[in-house]
Nanobody
């Protein structure tokens, strides 16, 4: 079992950057595929990025702007978000899934979730 806590959200102007952090405890993040999802007001939660088993996958909407990374020594996962747009406004969630072939892009594949951190991008 792993516990996840996100931080780093906030308010930023369009074109700006934020780095979200996900602190894991209980088990090492190496044991999981780690992903980020987001949920905008009035919308369903959607896949943003996942990394595990030597693979990484990004949603088309963030490709080239967002980067996922891990610090295994600190048991942390990060989401660097650049060139932010107002449509990136959402609660962003860190999640962990058992390692499988490829990167799962559906919520049901992820077993553990953080509480979320709010990102707001002003135009």
């Amino acid at each position: 079992q792993v516990q996840l806590v996100e931080s780093g959200g906030g308010l930023v102007q369009a074109g700006g950057s934020l780095r979200l952090s996900c602190a894991a405890s209980g088990r090492t993040v190496n044991a999981y595929t780690m992903g980020w999802f987001r949920q905008a007001p009035g919308k369903e939660r959607e896949f943003v990025v996942g990394a595990g088993g030597g693979s990484t996958g990004y949603a088309d909407s963030v490709k080239g702007r967002f980067t996922i990374s891990r610090d295994n020594a600190k048991n942390m996962v990060y989401l660097q978000m650049n060139s932010l747009k107002p449509e990136d406004t959402a609660v962003h969630y860190c999640a962990a899934a058992p390692v499988v072939s490829g990167i799962p892009r559906i919520e049901a594949a992820y077993r553990y979730w953080g509480q979320g951190t709010q990102v707001r991008v002003s135009s």
